[in-house]
């Protein structure tokens, strides 16, 4: 079974520009989630989807930041415009819904994001 | 989330057993521990969790205490791939979001 996809794996982009990441979660969970970890400091949790639904945005920084998940699969997180701070790497994990718990949660390898 | 307490690092040598211990003194009866870790350049890896009785899976052996304020990872024969950054989590015991939250964990450092 194919675990988490991420694309690209590497991204350089200037100030300004927009960068789209992309995940694929693993076939049949619902729930997807995006992180971050930006040099030096702790991974950071920015949001999660139910199927299509945004079921928690509270750590999304701000308003550059749009995170889509049409249709209940792939999951795309555009920044726009990207700035220097949004550097680090960006990782998606899915979980399946109704596993209770629901910490038991799969990582993709991660996006690194390099603003110059 | 129950506040976590890991130490900064450790080390131990390869082939013997790796033991990461954590402090949740604040955790409560319905929380779960969960273990995680990062290997360079990788992804956040799910190892483990547990309520209260001692789990085991191919990976590690999870061992809690009776009054659950603290438990152990065990890494029984630790190899180099082993070296990573291990994280112990004390998730809310309901909730309905379900995002980790990730302290600085225990980097394990497994030598020759």
Redesign the interface.
């Known amino acids: 079974e194919a675990g988490?996809t991420q694309f690209p794996s590497h991204s350089v982009i200037e100030k300004g520009q927009t960068v789209t990441l992309r995940c694929d979660p693993i076939s049949g969970h619902d729930?997807l989630?995006w992180?971050r970890r930006v040099m030096g400091k702790?991974?950071?949790?920015l949001l999660?989807f139910v199927k299509e639904s945004k079921?928690?945005e509270?750590?999304m920084p701000n308003n550059r930041f749009l995170a889509e998940r049409t249709g209940g699969t792939y999951s795309t997180l555009k920044v726009q415009p990207a700035e220097l701070e949004d550097s680090g790497v960006y990782?998606c994990?899915s979980?399946q819904v109704g596993r209770d718990?629901?910490?038991?949660?799969?990582?993709?390898?991660?996006t690194r994001l390099t603003v110059t | 989330d129950a506040k976590t307490t890991q130490p900064p690092s450790m080390d131990c040598a390869e082939g013997r057993a790796a033991n990461l211990p954590c402090n949740h003194s604040t955790i409560s009866g319905n929380e779960y521990v969960y273990w995680y870790r990062q290997i360079h350049s990788q992804g956040p890896q799910y190892i483990i969790h547990g309520l209260k009785n001692n789990e085991t899976n191919e990976m590690a052996s999870l061992i809690i205490t009776e009054d659950r304020k603290s438990s152990t990872l065990i890494l029984p024969h630790a190899t180099l791939r082993d070296t990573a950054v291990y994280y112990c989590i004390v998730p809310p015991g309901y909730s309905s979001a379900s995002k980790i939250i990730f302290g600085s964990g225990t980097r394990l450092s497994i030598r020759p």
């Open positions: 988490v729930n989630y992180y702790e991974i950071k949790f999660h079921q928690d509270s750590g990782f994990a979980s718990p629901s910490y038991e949660q799969y990582f993709g390898p991660g």
